[in-house]
Each structure stands twice: as structure tokens, then as C-alpha cells.
């Protein structure tokens, strides 16, 4: 079985708290626990690296490949992978 990993903003804390609580499936004093429980688990910041193999297909080191029909990722304003949620970072060809 493989685990992903995935980071999570504060704006989609929020976004999920309010959707749970106005829906009336969870009360705040569990998503508080929730919340104090997700901030104790150890964080990666370690970023996706992408390269662009002979194909101009870009390889990401989280396991994927990502084509892409104009521009670049950065051109594109892809900020983070869109398979693990890390930050985007594309490597340099030599």
C-alpha cells in the first residue's frame, strides 16, 4: 500500500471546517482536536522537482510525468505538483 503525503494551507483548514460545521458532521471542539493533531505531524518541505525528459514531457520526482502543450510550468503559474501538493520546482537541464 502507498501512503501520499500532502500539504495542507490554512485556507483549506478553514475551508473544510466551515463546510463540516455548517453541515452539521463534525462541532468545533473536535475539528479543534483535528486541527491541534494535524499541526503535531512532521511537515516536508522538501519540493517536487520536475525535469523535462526528450519528449518535453516533464518527470517529477514524486513518481508521475506531466505534459504540458504550451509553455512551462512556470509560464503556466503551476506553483505545486499537482499529484503529491508539494512545491513545484523545475530543474535546470544542463
Not at 3 to 8: D, E, G, L, P, R
Not at 40 to 48: A, D, E, K, Q, T
Request: hydrophobic share 30%.
Amino acid at each position: 500500500m502507498t501512503t501520499q503525503k500532502f500539504i495542507i494551507t490554512t485556507g483549506t483548514i478553514i475551508k473544510v471546517r466551515n463546510k463540516l460545521l455548517n453541515d452539521g458532521y463534525i462541532n468545533a471542539l473536535v475539528f479543534e482536536d483535528i486541527v491541534q493533531l494535524l499541526h503535531s505531524c512532521p511537515v516536508n518541505n522538501n519540493p517536487c522537482i520536475w525535469t523535462e525528459n526528450e519528449d518535453g514531457a516533464y518527470v517529477t520526482t514524486c513518481g508521475n510525468t506531466y505534459e504540458i502543450i504550451n509553455g512551462t510550468p512556470r509560464e503556466n503559474h503551476m506553483n505545486f505538483c499537482p499529484y503529491c501538493g508539494k512545491r513545484l520546482r523545475v530543474k535546470e537541464n544542463d
